[in-house]
Each structure stands twice: as C-alpha cells, then as structure tokens.
C-alpha cells in the first residue's frame, strides 16, 4: 500500500518555541492531506485540510495562526506548532488519501517543556 | 452528543474467545465506515471498511453495519494477545477526512 512518512516521531521543546513536522506521501501524490491531533486516552481530532497549493482549511476551534500549515507540493505537507506551549503536547498525525484509502503517518509525539 | 460513539471499555476476553466492539453514529447521511487498530504510540491501522447494511468478513474480523439503527459492529474471532489495541470506529466526513470515535481498548488474557 501507500506509504506515508511522518518527521519527527518524537520532539520535545521548550515553551515558546516552535516546532515543524513534516509529511510526506512517499509513492503517490496527494493534493489533499489532513492533520490529526489526539490527546491521551481521546479520539484522533480532526485539525486542518491541507490542500496543495493553496490556503489550509481549519476546524473550529483550531488556530489557524498558531498551527501554520504548508502544503507546497504534492508530495509534502507541513505542520508547523508556533510559539508552543504544554498544552499543546499532544500525539500529531497527518493522513493522505481519504476515506478507506486514507494512509497515516507514523505520528509525531510532542513534548513541550 | 458526539457524532461517533464508543465505550471506552476496557473489554477483557479470554484468548481464543470471540471480542464484539460496536459502535453507534450521529449523522444518518454517513456512507463509509471503518474499524481501526490503534497500539499505544502508534498510528492506527486499517482493519475493516463497510459501506452497506450487512456483515462484511475478512479472516478472523467480521465487520456488521445497520444504517437503520446507525450501528456498526467489529467482530473478532479467536481473540489472540496480539489484538490487544485501542479499537477505533470512523466514519467518512464528505470531505474525505474521518471522524473518529474515541476507541474501545480490548484486551485479551492469555
């Protein structure tokens, strides 16, 4: 199947730092990415859209400011946690492909200290 | 209310024995469904997909669907340690990301 690699696994920085994590679909090109975020013991929560080559699209509740995404590929996707801070460590995952051919990175586990 | 929901458990089956996740959902126009095994720290891993009423089988796993009473049910048989997961239900959005219910944790004593 497609794969998706997701970059880093694990980071932990400090607060008020910002921390970018990638996505990449390695062997097909996806337009459209989506960003995840799962908190402990909680469900995987949608966050944003990414679209290639123009603006993300962003679920209530979730800043677009502070959760900047870039999609300026086909093949990349990026997810960048500005101005971090402890509530914001969380379990991050990006997907490619929709519905039951959605493809999931390994996830990003962040640590903000 | 959530618009997909699960006990959150944990189930506790013997090995060998037959585990039953179900799974209830809000929105009556949802079309595509999907059971997921999620392992601590991991991302989770397709097991199943159904998109009619019914059972739908593969191997040990044996998804079930009711749009009527918007249930949708993973069966898995021979219940092994490895199944031990977070078992998470999804449906299709429209928009093509999933919405994901807040899993079941299975556990299966050896």
């Known amino acids: 199947g497609a794969v998706v690699s997701q970059h880093p696994s694990r980071v932990i920085c400090k607060s008020g730092t910002s921390v970018k994590i990638e996505c990449r679909s390695l062997?097909?090109?996806?337009?459209?990415m989506f960003w995840y975020r799962q908190f402990p013991k909680q469900s995987l929560m949608l966050m944003a859209t990414?679209?290639?080559?123009?603006?993300?699209?962003?679920e209530q509740g979730v800043e677009k400011d502070k959760f900047l995404i870039n999609h300026a590929s086909l093949t990349l996707s990026t997810l960048t946690v500005t101005s971090a801070h402890p509530e914001d460590s969380s379990f991050y995952i990006c997907?490619?492909?929709?519905?039951?051919?959605?493809?999931f990175g390994q996830g990003t586990r962040l640590t903000v200290v | 209310q959530k618009e997909v929901e699960q006990n959150s458990g944990p189930l506790s089956v013997p090995e060998g024995a037959i585990a039953s996740l179900n799974c209830t959902y809000s929105d009556r126009g949802s079309q595509s469904f999907f059971w997921y095994r999620q392992y601590s720290g991991k991302s989770p891993e397709l097991i199943m997909s159904?998109?009619?009423?019914g059972d739908k089988e593969d191997g040990r796993f044996t998804a079930q669907l009711n749009k009527a009473s918007q249930y949708v049910s993973l069966l898995i048989r021979d219940s092994q340690p490895s199944d031990s997961a977070t078992y998470l239900c999804a449906t299709d959005t429209g928009r093509r990301a999933l919405t994901f219910g807040s899993g079941t944790r299975l556990q299966v004593q050896p």
């Open positions: 062997d097909f090109q996806a337009t459209t």
């Open positions: 990414s679209n290639e080559g123009s603006k993300a699209t962003y």
């Open positions: 997907s490619a492909g929709g519905g039951g051919e959605a493809f």
């Open positions: 159904i998109y009619s009423n």
